[in-house]
């Protein structure tokens, strides 16, 4: 059976485990001991990873498959940290490497963008300058949307709130998908930069009140109407390579 280490098992990371451990070793990285025992007894195997412990970095990195999903509000020196990784004598032993990153990396601009966008000025910084370092050495980056689904309701955080955006339109991926498309990469050796992004982009209006009826919770208040640039992910790429979202229209989610 081959391993996959998890480097970030939060929302995403402790689904993609849950998702992979009946057919690999999934190790987990584990910001404290906290749930230790808890993951230990759902058979994964953690081990203690934060900027100030990196001692495990030897047994973490003794896999097959490496995923690696830090958000970078987390760290102090996100970049350190990576570099930390991505320097670590194991790293080459690794078959394949496979960086969650997000389409924040694309700028404010009102147009489409495709993996082939020349980046000039991120909305993100800190996700360029991530991508800058990793690129060349990871085999598959995956920049997400929007992570919706299960708990993850977009209108659920305006609930009663004013909001002056309700034509923006929205780029979501459910997380099952990413999940879905990871494993995909996985058993095709899919290499490369790819979005992952719904195909439908429905308004912000729309998702929000829809959430709003389904869910029983208050619905926003749309005034105050300003301008915003509509940016819309293209995430087709990773479909002609023969992916399916389950996911296309994030008015299905809930």
């Known amino acids: 059976m081959k391993t996959i280490s998890i480097l970030g098992t939060g929302w995403l990371g402790y689904a993609l485990a849950s998702e992979l451990k009946n057919e690999f070793n ?10 230790k025992e808890e993951y230990i007894n759902e058979g994964l195997d953690p081990y203690l990873l934060n900027e100030e412990k990196l001692d495990f970095l030897d047994e973490l ?8 999903n830090f958000p970078p509000s987390k760290f102090n020196n996100y970049l350190e940290f990576l570099n930390n990784i991505y320097s670590h004598k194991n790293i080459s032993k690794v078959k394949k490497l496979i960086f969650i990153s997000s389409t924040s990396i694309y700028p404010n601009e009102q147009t489409i963008f495709n993996e082939d966008f020349e980046i000039k000025n991120p909305i993100s910084q800190k ?6 370092l990793i690129k060349s050495r990871t085999d598959v980056i995956l920049r997400c949307s929007g992570l919706m689904g299960y ?4 209108g659920k955080y305006f609930a009663g709130k004013v909001v002056d955006s309700e034509d923006v339109k929205v780029n979501y991926v459910h997380r099952d998908d990413v999940i879905s498309a990871t494993i995909f990469t996985i058993k095709n050796d899919i290499n490369g930069i790819l979005n992952l992004c719904a195909s439908s ?15 029983n919770f208050e619905k926003p208040i749309f005034e105050n109407k300003k301008e915003y640039k509509n940016r819309i992910i293209d995430g087709s790429k990773i479909e002609r390579l023969g992916f399916e979202y ?9």
């Open 26 to 35: 999934v190790k987990v990285s584990i910001r404290t001991n906290e749930k």
């Open 246 to 254: 389950k996911y296309p229209n994030p008015l299905e989610y809930y």
């Open 201 to 215: 982009h429905p308004s912000r209006k729309e998702v929000y009140l829809l959430n709003a009826k389904k869910h």
């Open 127 to 132: 996700v360029y300058d991530a991508e800058v």
């Open 61 to 68: 990195l003794e896999c097959d498959y490496l995923f690696i």
């Open 151 to 154: 708990n993850r309701i977009a």
